[in-house]
Each structure stands twice: as structure tokens, then as C-alpha cells.
């Protein structure tokens, strides 16, 4: 009897295995299309879904800004990064242009978080001087300046402006990051400034990557050369001088009159 009740445990202990075997596998399962569908920002528009999951209702107090700057998936962090300043929720997605820009929507709230912060977050993981930002094809090693040629204007850096006020911020914040060469001397700055356009979000499982799977997406902005371009572009300097480049962060208050750091700061 006794080894029968045993017998039995055993059995038990295996199908509670078995099950546990299978759901770990479907929820890995459900994490690589989450991963697959969120690149999906970065397909021609034909071989996109047909179906789009439509934008949550905009609260009230709400009030939303679009930027574009290469696989929108890779700024979504950033800005999700200060929702204690007062971001709601952010949107990975494309504007509805003839090039399909990808982009993000950013909501926030304008009693907490100013337009200015928005601006300094979005030109701290950008590179303006390039036409194409960093497509996941860039080389293993993180060669920012290889890029797939294809993919053209739909990775190209924008600041989609609602009304005047936000031109005027974007044009002057875009004009003191651009003399401070901050990317290099006397490199030209090709991000544009336009008028906003309606804008398509990805599917709901086509957001947030860097939760959704966040190991796939460590590796993909480790493939792209962002990282890694940014770790050195922004590299702590010891001086309280910038010295040939400007840099967005220093040990001590910078004394550069260029104004750069209060443009990244959002405290200009």
C-alpha cells in the first residue's frame, strides 16, 4: 500500500513538472513574439499588421509630444525614465508621412513636466549629424557609423511640433546644442523641425520592449551601436572646462557659456 501511495506522489510530483515545463515555455514563447512584434517598427510598411490597437483615451491634463529618432523602441526608455517629472505613457509607433517615420508619442502632464524636459531627453540619445540613426543591422561590434542605407528617411531625426511655442523651443534648443559640438566641430545638425502629423501606434504587443524582453533588447541596442556611441560621446570629463567637445555630464558644474548642459537638463 504504502508503495503504492508513493508511487502515486511520484507520478503526481511529475505532472505538476511537466505542467510547470510548459508554461515556462509558452510565457518564453509569448516574450520572443512580443520581441519580434515590437521590431516590427523597423519592417517596410507592406509587411506590417493590417490591424492597429487603437491609443488609449488622453487624459484631461494630458498633453502629447512625437519624436522621431531611428527604432523608436530605443528612446521609449528614456522617457519613461522621468515619469516622476510628470510623463503619463509613452508610444512606439511610426507617423503617417510617405516615408513612415517611426517615432514615439510621449503624453505628459504640462503642470509637472515642461516641454523644455522633453527636449533635453530626446537630444541626450540622438545623434542629429547623422541622416540615419542606428538600425538593428549595424555591425556586432557597435559601429555607429554603419547603417542599413535602405532604410532611409524612415530613421531619420524629427522634432514634430504642435504649435509655435514648441517650434520656438525646439529651434533654440536645436541651435545651442549645435554650436556647443557637442557631436564634433563644426558638424551640421540635419535633425528637422515639422509640423505634426497624425501618428499610428504599433500593436499593444509591439510595446515596450526593453520590459517585454528585456535580454533581446540589451543585445539588440548592443547590435545597434547606441550604447556605445553614447558612452563615449557623453563621457565624464574631470575638469570643470569642457576641452575640445562639450559634454553632457562632468564631475563638477560645468563652466562652458554654451548653455549645452541646461539644454539636457530641460533647466535652460
Same mark, same amino acid.
Given at each position: 500500500m504504502r508503495c503504492r501511495r508513493f508511487t502515486a506522489i511520484l507520478a503526481t510530483v511529475h505532472t505538476m513538472r511537466v505542467h510547470a515545463m510548459r508554461?515556462?515555455?509558452?510565457?518564453?514563447?509569448?516574450a520572443r513574439r512580443?520581441?519580434?512584434? =515590437?521590431?516590427? &517598427?523597423?519592417?517596410?510598411? &507592406?509587411?506590417?499588421?493590417?490591424?492597429?490597437t487603437p491609443a488609449p483615451a488622453r487624459a484631461a491634463d494630458e498633453k502629447s509630444a512625437v519624436f522621431s529618432g531611428g527604432a523608436a523602441c530605443y528612446l521609449q526608455p528614456f522617457f519613461d525614465e522621468i515619469r516622476y517629472k510628470g510623463v503619463t505613457r509613452t508610444e512606439v509607433g511610426r507617423v503617417d508621412d510617405a516615408a513612415n517615420t517611426r517615432a514615439l508619442r510621449v503624453f505628459y502632464n504640462p503642470d509637472k513636466c515642461s516641454y523644455?524636459?522633453?527636449?533635453?531627453?530626446?537630444?541626450?540619445?540622438?545623434?542629429? @549629424?547623422?541622416?540615419?540613426?542606428?538600425?538593428?543591422?549595424? &555591425?556586432?561590434?557597435?559601429?555607429?557609423?554603419?547603417?542599413?542605407?535602405?532604410?532611409?528617411d524612415a530613421f531619420r531625426t524629427v522634432i514634430w511640433v504642435a504649435d509655435a511655442e514648441e517650434r520656438k523651443l525646439a529651434e533654440q534648443s536645436r541651435k545651442v546644442m549645435e &554650436?556647443?559640438?557637442?557631436?564634433?566641430? =563644426?558638424?551640421?545638425?540635419? @535633425?528637422?523641425?515639422?509640423?505634426?502629423?497624425?501618428f499610428t501606434p504599433t500593436p499593444e504587443d509591439g510595446q515596450d520592449l526593453y520590459t517585454a524582453d528585456a535580454k533581446a533588447y540589451e543585445k539588440a541596442i548592443k547590435k545597434s551601436g547606441r550604447a556605445k556611441f553614447f558612452e563615449k560621446t557623453y563621457e565624464p570629463v574631470t575638469t570643470t572646462a569642457c576641452e575640445e567637445r562639450t559634454c553632457g555630464y562632468v564631475y563638477f558644474p560645468c563652466s562652458a557659456e554654451n548653455g549645452c548642459m541646461g539644454i539636457v537638463s530641460g533647466r535652460w
Amino acid at each position: 500500500m504504502r508503495c503504492r501511495r508513493f508511487t502515486a506522489i511520484l507520478a503526481t510530483v511529475h505532472t505538476m513538472r511537466v505542467h510547470a515545463m510548459r508554461l515556462h515555455a509558452l510565457r518564453h514563447e509569448t516574450a520572443r513574439r512580443r520581441f519580434i512584434l =515590437n521590431t516590427a &517598427s523597423l519592417l517596410p510598411a &507592406s509587411l506590417l499588421p493590417a490591424a492597429i490597437t487603437p491609443a488609449p483615451a488622453r487624459a484631461a491634463d494630458e498633453k502629447s509630444a512625437v519624436f522621431s529618432g531611428g527604432a523608436a523602441c530605443y528612446l521609449q526608455p528614456f522617457f519613461d525614465e522621468i515619469r516622476y517629472k510628470g510623463v503619463t505613457r509613452t508610444e512606439v509607433g511610426r507617423v503617417d508621412d510617405a516615408a513612415n517615420t517611426r517615432a514615439l508619442r510621449v503624453f505628459y502632464n504640462p503642470d509637472k513636466c515642461s516641454y523644455k524636459a522633453l527636449l533635453g531627453v530626446y537630444w541626450r540619445h540622438v545623434d542629429p @549629424t547623422r541622416a540615419t540613426q542606428f538600425p538593428l543591422d549595424a &555591425s556586432e561590434e557597435g559601429d555607429a557609423h554603419q547603417h542599413d542605407r535602405r532604410a532611409g528617411d524612415a530613421f531619420r531625426t524629427v522634432i514634430w511640433v504642435a504649435d509655435a511655442e514648441e517650434r520656438k523651443l525646439a529651434e533654440q534648443s536645436r541651435k545651442v546644442m549645435e &554650436s556647443a559640438e557637442v557631436y564634433g566641430k =563644426n558638424r551640421k545638425f540635419l @535633425t528637422e523641425i515639422l509640423d505634426e502629423k497624425p501618428f499610428t501606434p504599433t500593436p499593444e504587443d509591439g510595446q515596450d520592449l526593453y520590459t517585454a524582453d528585456a535580454k533581446a533588447y540589451e543585445k539588440a541596442i548592443k547590435k545597434s551601436g547606441r550604447a556605445k556611441f553614447f558612452e563615449k560621446t557623453y563621457e565624464p570629463v574631470t575638469t570643470t572646462a569642457c576641452e575640445e567637445r562639450t559634454c553632457g555630464y562632468v564631475y563638477f558644474p560645468c563652466s562652458a557659456e554654451n548653455g549645452c548642459m541646461g539644454i539636457v537638463s530641460g533647466r535652460w
